[in-house]
């Protein structure tokens, strides 16, 4: 199709051996510029050899694992595959169509009004969202410490900027646990957690600090957009220590240190376990089953978004997305599974399927 629209779209410049009267000129740039302006996306595309991923770094090692399976069928070459944070992702999925621009960015939350707008003004749509799976944030330590059971008003109360205290919101005065419930250990709060560029990060705001935040009365007399800030600005007196690579760093930290505490994906406890520990949140434990079942607190779907314009441009971009939500990647027995995801229910897997069968259909 695009070898014809080429041959058309030369012959479009014929005027300048079979000439036109004087005023069919406008009309022919017009028609030439508009035609290169539709065209020249594609044509970049074009010069994709294979399919390029970029985004959440909890959903890299699953990436990487589906790019893996998908080259060795030898049909396509093995896609490309960057950990980049979802909000990185975003920004460079949003950026525009053709060979620098990624094809898949995968996401650990939703993309937002604002992140949707900026990829429609760059010409970037239709974009197809997939779920291909659900994942639960834990608060990891080592396993030389003792287990801890925290709840989510705790959590708030170790992280955030600013406490309700006394009718007010005032500057974080917590420096031990203790000093929050005096059942909890005398260490001092020192939490390793995602930059702000990580989807996770934004994730851990919304539901571990967000709902206890919101309950007090000091914050319900806000304005939503004062609420947000007040209750999802983590605390930035050290406490808090921003980890911006690869979250596999943080494991040889916590390793070596007995009192700290990591934010973390479910999937780096499932291949870790003789390191990590989890809480438990609100009593209850992060396992396979309580993420799959949203009895967890801290559980959240993960997201590939897709361009829909890059489809048939880009060699085996809407197969690898089948393969990502294929039975024996994503199903409950899955590849997937073996690196920790959580499954969808079958239902809503299958749902998620059909989508991705549809972007191969027939445009």
Request: aromatic share 8%.
């Amino acid at each position: 199709m695009h070898s014809w629209i080429l041959r058309r779209s030369t012959h479009t410049t014929a005027p300048a051996v079979m000439p036109r009267a004087p005023h069919a000129a406008p009309r022919t740039l017009i028609t030439t510029a508009l035609l290169a302006m539709f065209l020249a996306p594609l044509l970049r595309a074009q010069t994709h050899d294979r399919v390029r991923v970029v985004g959440s770094s909890t959903l890299f090692p699953f990436a990487a694992a589906v790019a893996e399976v998908f080259g060795r069928q030898g049909r396509w070459k093995t896609p490309i595959v960057e950990s980049t944070g979802t909000g990185g992702g975003f920004k460079l999925f949003c950026k525009g169509l053709g060979a620098d621009t990624p094809d898949i960015t995968d996401a650990s939350r939703p993309m937002t009004d604002t992140e949707r707008q900026t990829c429609a003004a760059n010409g970037v749509g239709p974009v197809i969202g997939i779920r291909v799976g659900s994942d639960g944030i834990i608060i990891a330590s080592s396993k030389r410490s003792p287990p801890m059971n925290l709840t989510r008003e705790q959590l708030y109360r170790a992280v955030a900027k600013a406490v309700a205290a006394g009718g007010h919101l005032v500057a974080n005065p917590y420096r031990r646990w203790s000093e929050i419930d005096p059942g909890l250990p005398d260490w001092p709060i020192r939490i390793l957690g995602p930059a702000p560029n990580h989807g996770t990060r934004d994730a851990f705001a919304a539901l571990a600090m967000a709902p206890p935040c919101e309950r007090h009365a000091e914050v319900r007399a806000l304005s939503k957009e004062e609420q947000k800030i007040a209750c999802q600005t983590v605390r930035e007196d050290g406490a808090w220590i921003d980890v911006a690579g690869d979250y596999g760093a943080l494991l040889g930290r916590l390793a070596n240190a007995p009192q700290t505490i990591a934010v973390l994906t479910f999937s780096y406890l499932d291949q870790n376990r003789d390191a990590i520990q989890a809480a438990r949140i609100d009593g209850v434990a992060p396992t396979f089953q309580s993420i799959g079942a949203w009895t967890y607190p801290l559980s959240r779907p993960l997201f590939l978004y897709v361009k829909k314009k890059h489809v048939g441009v880009v060699p085996g971009l809407a197969e690898f997305v089948q393969e990502f939500v294929s039975d024996r990647a994503a199903g409950a027995q899955g590849y997937l599974v073996d690196k920790g995801l959580g499954p969808l229910p079958k239902g809503f897997l299958e749902v998620e399927r059909a989508k991705a069968m549809r972007l191969a259909a027939p445009r």
